[in-house]
């Protein structure tokens, strides 16, 4: 069973950044896609970006360009670099592994593995 914690939320001020870790524990499957989605007090969860084993990255529309998602394989961390915030990122983030990349996307999918989230508050 793999265990994901998320961590690096915060409350900033619009354009600026925060850097979102996940630490991955108990048996990793390096051969997963990782990625983050994100759900907003009354919005549908909503995928953010993904990453596969060998570090091809996919980005929602809304965040390409500010968002950058990397891992460290040795350490078993995940990364979702946030910059030129905006208010609308306002949301709870988590982070997720799962062998089909679709489910990462899906709102309606459920990940096979998924942390708790970490907040993130984005004032204007």
């Known amino acids: 069973q793999v265990q994901l914690v998320e961590s690096g939320g915060g409350s900033v001020q619009a354009g600026g950044s925060l850097r979102l870790s996940c630490a991955a524990s108990?048996?990793?499957?390096?051969?997963?896609?990782m990625g983050w989605f994100r759900q907003a007090s009354g919005k549908e969860r909503e995928g953010v970006a993904a990453?596969?084993?060998?570090?091809?990255?996919s980005y929602a529309d809304s965040v390409k360009g500010r968002f950058t998602i990397s891992k460290d394989n040795a350490k078993n961390i995940l990364y979702l670099q946030m910059n030129s915030l905006k208010p609308e990122d306002t949301a709870m983030y988590h982070c997720?592994?799962?062998?089909?990349?679709?489910?990462?996307?899906?709102?309606?999918?459920?990940?096979?593995?998924w942390g708790q989230g970490t907040q993130v508050t984005v004032s204007s």
């Open positions: 997720a592994s799962d062998p089909r990349l679709w489910a990462l996307w899906d709102p309606d999918a459920l990940p096979q593995f």
């Open positions: 108990g048996y990793t499957y390096t051969n997963y896609y």
């Open positions: 990453i596969d084993s060998d570090g091809s990255a």
